[in-house]
């Protein structure tokens, strides 16, 4: 006897705890309610972890005559840029890819002769160009603020920028 007024008492306890706890119930949200919008890459963000690391470490390569992996880095730099155009095809009323095209084809064209023929005079040179043309689009979409130079230094302690030896 003693065992089934045991069972009534927790069935109906249980029983108490669930239709007290009904009215706290929640509707699940709906998959749109709890997904937040997917975050978009801005131009600023997009030059700082895929364009400016690729211009300097180009010019790192350059300055040590490494010519394959400054050849890498330039076609990592021009993948870098189109994946900013695809990302952001336009900024500012302005087509990326047109605007991308017009600063930089000549000066990295001119980058990879120096690469492909190992001269670092003219790498220097067209090193140069290419970041004057970088200021130059900067200044041209009001960030004149952003001034790129040569490296003096690397960012980079944790890479050789050294031809390997053989």
């Known amino acids: 006897m003693f065992r089934i007024g045991m069972s009534?008492?927790?069935l109906a306890g249980a029983i108490t705890l669930a239709v007290l706890?009904?009215?706290?119930?929640?509707?699940?949200?709906?998959?749109e309610a709890t997904t937040p919008p997917a975050y978009r890459l801005s131009v600023g963000d997009l030059m700082t972890i895929?364009?400016?690391p690729r211009?300097?470490?180009?010019?790192l390569a350059g300055q040590?005559?490494?010519w394959t992996y400054a050849a890498y880095e330039l076609r990592e730099l021009q993948?870098?840029?189109e994946r900013m155009a695809h990302a952001v095809p336009t900024y500012r009323s302005m087509n990326m890819?047109?605007?991308?095209t017009a600063t930089t084809k000549a000066p990295m064209e001119d980058v990879?002769?120096?690469?492909?023929?190992g001269d670092a005079a003219k790498f220097a040179e067209a090193y140069s160009q290419l970041t004057a043309t970088c200021n130059a689009c900067h200044q041209s979409t009001d960030h004149s603020a952003v001034v790129i130079q040569v490296p003096k230094a690397s960012a980079y302690p944790d890479q050789d920028f050294r031809p390997p030896k053989p």
Not at 21 to 31: E, F, K, L, R, W
Not at 55 to 59: D, E, M, T, Y
Request: aromatic fraction near 2%.
């Open 97 to 100: 890819t047109d605007l991308i």
């Open 50 to 52: 895929a364009v400016q």
């Open 79 to 81: 993948g870098a840029f």
């Open 8 to 10: 009534l008492a927790l």
């Open 64 to 66: 040590e005559r490494n």
């Open 112 to 117: 990879a002769a120096a690469i492909k023929g």
């Open 55 to 59: 211009h300097i470490k180009l010019a």
């Open 21 to 31: 706890n009904s009215g706290n119930a929640q509707t699940p949200a709906s998959p």
